[in-house]
């Protein structure tokens, strides 16, 4: 059995597909984004509200609190074990996300790179608390521009690519993957760019009305030196505007900027997939439904 895995860029409609296919098939659904796996942050990372949570199990959502770490390498030990416990019941396992690292992480094996440096890692957040990300991502590029695409422009990713090339010559990418556990079988979403900007449009409009202000200001309350808000689209520019150095109206314009650029790297991203199937037409429900119940229904 191949797992099946619905990638797309953020507000191209993962989250409805998936739902749709859960009431066609007996899928649970695991989730394959960075930001969702916090606790706490709903608003800003789109979650699924309660009645979407009602349709079908959901995993890897809230599975640790803002203020702790968690790895790719976490991510793949906790999706694996899931697969393994759905397969058991007899119910099939969706992955579901935009982040491209954990996905490829599944599908190509994880890097044996070196534990994390935490001394090393606090000074490049101290870089970036003082200086903002680009001398960082100036370091990675001059080193590996390669591995400086992979990371997205992700503080966290780059601090930790350059951690590790500061202690070992080599780049993240240049180490080589563990050999993985399930064979996959994708489904890639690249709308078009007018739609998907649109989409981005009103799903941000829609995060200022279910009130992200409020919980933005309660995490920041909660946990004053939170870098994983900090860092976050959605997040940062409101705690730009909750200190004063900003207006809201700036705010919001910077937090669908920072999304569509976010689109834009994510679709770059996927299109490098291999062995999976690209739609680019999202505006016949029924149709891309169609499609996905057969490519998943199909054996592979």
Request: proline share 5%.
């Amino acid at each position: 059995m191949r797992i099946p895995i619905l990638a797309a860029p953020t507000a191209s409609g993962k989250t409805a597909l998936s739902l749709a296919l859960a009431e066609k098939l007996p899928i649970e659904i695991i989730s394959a984004d960075a930001m969702m796996v916090y606790k706490e942050m709903n608003i800003g990372t789109a979650k699924p509200d309660a009645k979407e949570l009602a349709i079908t199990p959901h995993h890897l959502i809230d599975v640790v609190g803002p203020e702790q770490e968690f790895s790719v390498v976490d991510y793949v030990k906790l999706a694996e074990s899931k697969i393994t416990e759905i397969v058991q019941r007899g119910n099939i396992p969706l992955i579901v996300g935009g982040t491209g690292f954990y996905i490829k992480a599944l599908t190509d094996g994880l890097p044996t790179t070196p534990k994390v440096d935490k001394e090393l890692q606090a000074e490049l957040w101290e870089v970036f608390e003082r200086d903002g990300l680009e001398p960082i991502q100036a370091e990675l590029e001059k080193h590996s521009p390669v591995e400086a695409i992979r990371c997205q422009r992700n503080p966290r990713r780059v601090i930790r690519a350059v951690e590790i090339i500061r202690r070992t010559g080599k780049a993240p990418n240049e180490f080589v993957n563990t050999k993985a556990t399930f064979k996959y079988n994708k489904i890639i979403l690249l709308p078009e760019r007018e739609i998907l900007q649109m989409r981005i449009i009103k799903r941000s409009q829609k995060m200022f009305a279910d009130g992200l202000v409020a919980e933005v200001a309660a995490l920041i309350a909660k946990y004053p030196k939170l870098a994983t808000a900090r860092q976050a689209i959605g997040y940062k520019e409101v705690i730009a505007y909750l200190e004063d150095k900003c207006s809201l109206e700036a705010a919001k314009e910077q937090i669908i900027i920072a999304t569509r650029q976010y689109a834009k790297r994510q679709q770059t991203w996927f299109k490098r997939e291999k062995d999976a199937l690209f739609i680019t037409d999202i505006s016949d429900n029924e149709q891309l439904l169609e499609v996905a119940l057969d490519r998943f229904s199909a054996k592979r």
